[in-house]
């Protein structure tokens, strides 16, 4: 069963940046899809970013303008580069993994990390 450590969350001001890091085991890491979600207050969990066994990558929302996400197949660990954060990115971002690229897309999965918690604000 996979397991999923999110790290890297924080307090930072409008306009900061953070790296997330989500270590993964369970799994083959490298032959599997793995993406970022969040979910913020009274809101459903969405997508940010999402990245194939290939190295394609898909962004949510705004998020490909602001954010990078990227794999580390020798660590098992997929980041998320956050630059130019807002107060609307406040959330407590997810990691998350599947042999099928869809599945990230869509965030369908039975079940999650803690996730990591990030805060924007003044």
């Known amino acids: 069963q996979v397991q999923l450590v999110e790290s890297g969350g924080g307090l930072v001001q409008p306009g900061g940046s953070l790296r997330l890091s989500c270590s993964v085991s369970g799994i083959i890491f490298s032959s599997n899809a793995l993406g970022w979600y969040r979910q913020a207050p009274g809101r459903q969990r969405e997508m940010v970013a999402g990245i194939s066994s290939g190295g394609s990558t898909v962004y949510g929302g705004d998020a490909a303008d602001r954010f990078t996400i990227s794999r580390d197949n020798a660590k098992n660990t997929v980041y998320l580069q956050m630059n130019n954060l807002k107060p609307t990115d406040t959330a407590v971002y997810y990691c998350?993994?599947?042999?099928?690229?869809?599945?990230?897309?869509?965030?369908?999965?039975?079940?999650w990390g803690q996730g990591t918690q990030v805060t924007v604000s003044s």
């Open positions: 998350n993994a599947d042999k099928f690229y869809s599945t990230v897309v869509s965030g369908n999965f039975g079940s």
